[in-house]
């Protein structure tokens, strides 16, 4: 741990340091899990001081939320407008990589945002994609641009989602690499391929448990696990609220609940995937197509278990943990078998790259599930990967 300053001295950027903090305490725990004790520890000061900066902890959040929009808009900012598509990836990714402990605050958190934050901050992003937008259609004429170019600020997102240690030159050349690969991949490349993937069905609740269970998850994804009530899981299901507790000692217990439901179904969806594949290539677009499959059919299980792990004890988290890395583990053997050039972790990072694209493209095209949409987004992840 580095020394704070002289007793009695005060840093000329002590809101910077705070906002930095923050972000990271915001983007390790959830919105709701994090204190703004934990934060004022994190930069060295008493929450007393924390509160001359910023009134509460939502506006410290809010003010969280804008850094890396407002980084971004700033590195297109500083490039002319002819400025080269890789040139202007590479300033994204720099500012990325810079600030990934505390870059990731708008995918999963930013619902807890007011309608009016939301809107302010959307209207930034919505700035970067445009100008990408039309870089990646002067540079790479295909259908699709702004899904590209959305597919391509996810692949370089995705450093701020994990902790895959790499040096930081090499981090920003592999997602320059993944980003451009996914910019210049016609979404057509893989048509037809959502047509050989065979998901296993979501268990039909059969049980008052299960019919919770299933009441929930779409509960959770809109509204963020904190902010919904028990009552209102209670009513969507016709019980009364003290009815829950004959099948779950607590609302906790629903969301391990789901976050197990979704890694059985995803292990499920990579063990099928794999039996059909004659090689390493084919076992990596094998696992592409059932990702991207699974991210879609189950978009609300699987946005659930994503977004809300990370503010379970840590306990509960271990399982789940352990299943993401044994899930991940798979992908990085059959990519460094169709990549030799890969070591462990470049293969990680590139992997995580993909799901940065699955997320961003299927926000994008809304989640709306059609087999269109399906072999768009398989095709972008294949470019991120660089196969």
Not at 70 to 92: C, N, S, W
């Amino acid at each position: 741990m580095t020394a704070g300053p002289a007793a009695g001295t005060r840093p000329r950027n002590r809101k910077q340091l705070i906002v930095e903090a923050a972000g990271q305490v915001f983007s390790e725990r959830g919105y709701h899990a994090a204190s703004m004790e934990e934060i004022a520890a994190g930069v060295g000061i008493s929450a007393a001081a924390l509160y001359r900066h910023f009134p509460n902890k939502y506006a410290l959040f809010a003010e969280c939320a804008n850094v890396m929009a407002d980084r971004l808009v700033g590195a297109l900012g500083e490039a002319p407008p002819d400025a080269p598509l890789p040139d202007v990836l590479a300033a994204i990714t720099r500012v990325t990589v810079a600030h990934r402990a505390s870059g990731g605050l708008y995918r999963w958190e930013a619902r807890y945002l007011d309608r009016a934050d939301r809107r302010q901050l959307r209207t930034k992003f919505e700035h970067v994609v445009a100008r990408l937008t039309e870089m990646v259609r002067r540079e790479y004429p295909m259908p699709d641009e702004r899904l590209r170019a959305v597919a391509a600020l996810g692949a370089i997102g995705s450093i701020t989602m994990h902790h895959t240690s790499i040096a930081q030159r090499r981090v920003e050349d592999l997602l320059l690499a993944s980003a451009m690969g996914v910019a210049a991949t016609d979404p057509a490349a893989t048509a037809g391929s959502a047509n050989s993937v065979e998901l296993p069905a979501q268990p039909v609740p059969r049980t008052r448990r299960a019919e919770i269970l299933a009441a929930a998850v779409p509960l959770f994804a809109r509204d963020g696990f904190a902010n919904v009530t028990n009552a209102q899981i209670a009513q969507a299901v016709g019980l009364a609220p003290s009815a829950i507790y004959r099948h779950y000692p607590g609302k906790l217990d629903i969301l391990v609940a789901a976050c197990l439901q979704a890694a059985g179904l995803l292990a499920q969806a990579v063990d099928r995937s794999l039996h059909r594949a004659a090689d390493p290539r084919g076992a990596v677009i094998a696992l592409t197509a059932a990702y991207v499959a699974y991210s879609f059919e189950h978009n609300a299980l699987n946005s659930v278990a994503e977004a809300e792990i990370r503010g379970l004890p840590a306990d509960l988290q271990r399982p789940l943990i352990l299943a993401q890395r044994e899930h991940i583990a798979v992908w990085e053997q059959q990519l460094r078998g169709a990549r030799p050039d890969l070591d462990a972790r470049q293969a990680r990072l590139l992997v995580h790259a993909g799901f940065g694209v699955v997320v961003e493209a299927g926000r994008a095209l809304r989640w709306q599930d059609t087999p269109g949409h399906r072999d768009a987004v398989t095709a972008l992840v294949i470019g991120a990967l660089t196969l």
